[in-house]
């Protein structure tokens, strides 16, 4: 996939913003963070089939996981999400029937993130409202073979 076929910023609703945060309890950078990566992700695939994500399995980051599960409708407990633990990567495969994308967050943007939220430069809600409005890329974005 080359640079001139990267999707804009998706929008977030605030309808699904209040659903996230209804079903996740908080407001926060991960969470937002999965919504955009499952939003992102649908801008290439009609339908997610299933999800496989790789991320600490720890707040902040797995925080993650709700996001994506709203959205993407694939959680733990229809098994249509596959959770893996990595203690760098924080990345999603997006699957459906006729192809998959795999969604990485780019680790400088994670640097930069998790030293402000270290550093609690600013409320977490407002960091992650931040992040819905940031210009730069947050995301590598590949289409990967299917295995069958
Ligand atoms: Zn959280």
Known sequence: MNESEKPDSP??????????????GHLGPFLVLGLI???????????????????RLKPPRSC???????????????????VVESQSEVSGEFRSDDKNILIMC??????????????KDKPLEEEALDILKIDEEIFDIKEIEQKS
């Open 37 to 55: 990566m499952s939003k992102t992700a649908l801008k290439f695939l009609k339908k997610v089939s299933s999800v496989m994500v790789k991320t």
């Open 64 to 82: 993650l996981l709700d996001g994506i599960q709203i959205v993407t409708q694939c959680t733990l407990g229809n098994t249509k999400l596959t």
């Open 106 to 119: 780019r680790k400088s943007f994670l640097d930069k993130l998790e030293s402000r939220m270290k550093r």
């Open 11 to 24: 929008k977030i609703s605030s309808k699904l913003l209040k659903r996230a945060v209804d079903f996740h």
